[in-house]
Structure formats: C-alpha cells, structure tokens
C-alpha cells in the first residue's frame, strides 16, 4: 500500500487562499492542455489559429435525412451513425459492432446501401439519407416490413433494420434473381439469432410481388 | 475516436499539397478501413483529407485499354458493362469480397489503399511490427492460421486482404500516381510489397502521392476465366487462399495464361513460373496439377496455417479447370 500523504501546495503560502485559487486555476490550465489532442497543441504552437478552429469547432452539415432537411453542427470524428442516434433520436438505425462486420447500421444514402458506422458524417454533406424510420408511408408499413413480419424474418430484431434496409437495396440493385443470389448479396448483415431462412422468403416475397420498393 | 481535422479537397493540387507537407495528414475516399483503424486507435491522423469530390469516378475505355478512376465504387466497376465485356475477372474477384455495403462505400484507390493486416496489428494489447515498429511480431508463434506461405519475413507474416488486387496483379495493370513532385506509373506488381525489414509500409507510395487511376491493357482474358475464393464461411469473410485464373485458348491449346494467388502474402502474388509451365500446353487436370506444384515451390506454413500448403495447389487446379470449363 503507498502510504497516504496530504496534499502539499507549492510554497509557504500554501494555506492561503490566495494562492490555492492560483494554484487551482494553475492546475485546471494543466488539466485542460494535457487533454486536449495533439493536433490542438500542435496548432497552437504554431499559432495556426484556422487549425484550432478546424479541429475544435464543429462543422456545418447540410443533408436530408428522410425527406426532411437538417442543418447541423457535427464534429468531424462523429459517425453517421452517432449522428442520427445520439443527435437526431433516430434510434431505430442499430449500432451493433460499430466496425463495419455486422449490418445493422445500414441506410441508405442517395439510394445505395451502406454502413452509417464508417461513415463520417460530414462526407455526407449534401447528400440524402433514408433510414428505417423513412420506409413507411404513415401507418402503412413497407412492403419489405410487412414482408419481414408475415414471414417471422427476425427473432430478438436487433439486426432487423439493418436487414430490411439492405433487403430493399438488394432487390432495387436487381440482386434477388435467385435464393442463392440474396444469400450472397445479403451476407453483410450477420443475424446472430439465425433468422436467415426467413429473411430469404421475405425477401423472395417482395420481389416476387413486384411492388413498387 | 480521436480528434481530427477535416478539410474537404476541392482540386487534386490541394489535397497533394496538404497531405504531401503535413505528416500526420491522410487522404480519406470510402474509409471503410481508414476510418475502423482509427475508431481502434491504430491509425491517427490529425489532418483528413477527403478526396471525394475529385473528378476521378470514370470508367472509360479507348483503344487498347480500359481506365478506371481510383474513385470509381467498387460495386460500380463490378457492373460496369466495359468492365464485365472486357475484364470479367476483376469483376469476379470483386464480387468476391466484403459485403454489398462496404463494395458500395469503397473505391478502387481505397481498396489499394487497405492495410495488410492481421489480428495482432489490430490487437494493441499484443507486438506487431507493422503498428508498431521494433516491438515484435505476435503472429510468428501465434495463432497464424490466416498468415502468409510466401515472401514473408522474420518481422511480418500477414497476407494482404483485397481480391481486386490479385485480379489486377494478375491482368497487368498500371497504376497511375499523381505527387508533390509530378505524375509517374508503377506496374500493379510493383506498388505493393513485401514486409522484409519495414512492415510498416505496405505499398511504395510516397508521402503526398495519389493514385489516380488504373488502367489494363486489352487482353484476350475475356472468356475463360475464373475468380476462386475459398474461407471460412460462404461470403463476407477474408480469403483462405484464392485464386485468380484466366486463360487464353485455342481450341485445347493454352496460348495464354494469368494466375495470381491472394491469401498467401505481404502483396498479392503472381505466379509467373506457374504461367510460364502452362503456355503451349494442352488444357487437362495433370497440366493444371504439374503448373499448381510448380507454383507452390517456395512456400512455407507455420505452425497453424500449413493446410495452405495443400489448399493452395488445389484451389491452383480447381481455378483453372473451371477457367477452362472443364468441371
């Protein structure tokens, strides 16, 4: 066991509290600059001030996130993913491994599928974004929802929206000509409950149905 | 992850410039590996610069080749129609990795740009050479059943990941570079390598520099070829070993053959004496068999990964009989 000292404070003064106010503010500075990135004291050396704003500020974002226009301020290092969840309360968009193995992050961004996790989000200046949240018209649900559901394509449901966005993608790029091809077309959303059989007939389903998607 | 700074390139000359004249500055396309790495602490740079809207998406062709831009998706190039007419096989070894969604996100530069990798570069409670350079090689007596059998070195024995590479390694590419210091060209066997006694660098890319494009010559690899990919689980898992075959024939006469492995190595890995074994040769299993033996001199298994002594070969014959439609 280290033997428990008292807090000494620098010099004779120390129970002054003249000096412990300069000796907390002193300290709080420390603080502040040993936890503060490396780019931001690098900058600062170099009294790069557009650096330290670049770095510490955040940035503008404009998108539209399921037909409604956002006008955001995201730090750079924020995920798409992040953004919709944690800043959008759009929580139906799932984090599951949050390093691009499972699926269940998946959108759908000017139409094409993929993960909101190794998405930054200000690479999506501009651009539109469709989450679960935006497939159903109101009440009624998507046919690949209604699809999912008939055909008990889920069991715990947390890769479901995930599932369900890549399952509409995969059909709208023309690949689910065939189980074979959805299986090899929908292997980047992994469902640990093993749901696979199901997700297939609903999917085979809705192609075959050919409404519109 | 930690903080960085994010600028937006709106010409190529910027982003050269700013990348070339900061250290600790990277270009980012897709990020589908960039941005992982860096969620993982592994990679950190302080300066990001997306490179997206450069004008480098084109699929064209003229006579005598086709160019791809480096940021042409790799879902885009797999359905090209000049792509699938004129190089099936890399449309193949495409289709071959990752997932639907990340084929989506990443760009052929990108896909280039992939770290070769292995579990202990990105386990950082455990040595590894690559991430940090000096502290050691975990995989050399450890769990190396993904590791390389060829060209390896006492610091380093991952395998580089891609598929698209071991097309293109095998169709002879070019890869076209712009930099701080001009324009120049790198044979596609050339731009990676091998870890010898600097695993940190996986390819020969200078700092500031960024591929552009690619371009393959016409070939008469159009028709039989093949893209084999074996591991552990039917799609969306990194290659074992694969194989990329493609033949040029008359009749039954090999007049021209391509073969490059993935899996095994640093690079990707081109077996030119394997090629060289089966030109003027009649199509048959035992041609195959004596080319796949040929290829597989050399290599070397550690403790874990020597069923790719075996698997190698047979992948080798199993490619090039489905190239020659003799299945």
Known sequence: MAEKKACSLPGDQASSNESRRDFLKQSSLLTAFAITPGVVVKAAESKWDEGIAASLEKMPLKLEINGVKQSLQVEPRVTLLDLLREQLALTGTKKGCDYGQCGACTVHVDGQRVLSCLTLAVMAEGKKVTT??????GEQLHPMQAAFIKHDGFQCGYCTPGQIMSAVACIKEGHANSEAEIREFMSGNICRCGAYPNIVDAIMEVKQGGQQI | MI?????????QKTAIETTAKDATAMFIAGGTNLVDLMKRGITTPQKLVDINNLPLKNIDASTGRIRIGALALNSAVAENKLVLDRQPLLAQA???GASAQLRNMAT?????MQRTRCPYFYDTA?????REPGSGCGALEGFNRMHAIFGFSDKCIAVNPSDMNVALVALDATVHIAGPKGNRTVPFINFHRLPGDLPQKDNNLEKGELITAVEIADNPFNKHVHYLKIRDRASYAFALVSVAAALHLDGNTIKGVR???????????????????LVGKTVSEG???QAAEIAMQGAKGFKYNSFKLKMGPNAIVEALKTAAGIV
């Open chain 2, 94 to 96: 495409l289709n071959a």
């Open chain 1, 132 to 137: 679960i949240e935006g497939l159903a018209t």
């Open chain 2, 259 to 277: 073969l490059a492995m993935g899996g095994v190595a640093h690079k990707p890995w081109r077996l030119t004496e394997a090629e060289k074994a």
């Open chain 2, 126 to 130: 455990m040595p590894c050479n690559k």
């Open chain 2, 3 to 11: 903080q960085f700074q994010y600028i937006r390139a709106s010409t």
């Open chain 2, 287 to 289: 041609t195959f068999r």
């Open chain 2, 108 to 112: 052929v530069g990108g896909n280039m």
